[in-house]
């Protein structure tokens, strides 16, 4: 059974950090490629961060630089630290898991398997 659950979104200021939390749970944790979605009302999930089982990471274009994604493999918590924070980075935030990559299974448009229930990120400008 796969079960992923999102904390630590919040309100804050454009310009200010928060950091996203995805508690997984989850046989063969790193057998895994996990990743961070958001989605906007009216809008489909939009790739934001993943980290593949070999340690690979990748980014969407608008949060290079901005934002960081890690794994604590002990703990099974996967990590999202958002920097510089817009308003249009404001927005519902899912953990994702899939037994596929990320990056091959995004380049087909095709969503992760497992997902989390959700975080709210709103910020004020």
């Known amino acids: 059974q796969v079960q992923l659950v999102e904390s630590g979104g919040g309100s804050v200021q454009a310009g200010g950090s928060l950091r996203l939390s995805c508690a997984v749970s989850?046989?063969?944790?790193?057998?895994?490629?996990k990743g961070w979605y958001r989605q906007t009302p009216g809008k489909g999930r939009e790739f934001v961060a993943c980290i593949n089982e070999d340690g690979f990471i990748d980014y969407a274009d608008d949060v290079k630089g901005r934002f960081t994604i890690s794994r604590d493999s002990a703990k099974n918590i996967l990590y999202l630290q958002m920097d510089a924070l817009r308003s249009d980075d404001s927005a519902l935030y899912y953990c994702?898991?899939?037994?596929?990559?990320?990056?091959?299974?995004?380049?087909?448009?095709?969503?992760?398997?497992?997902w989390g229930q959700g975080t709210q990120v709103t910020v004020s400008s």
């Open positions: 994702a898991a899939d037994r596929r990559l990320i990056t091959y299974i995004r380049d087909l448009h095709i969503l992760p398997k497992y």
């Open positions: 989850i046989d063969g944790y790193d057998d895994y490629s």
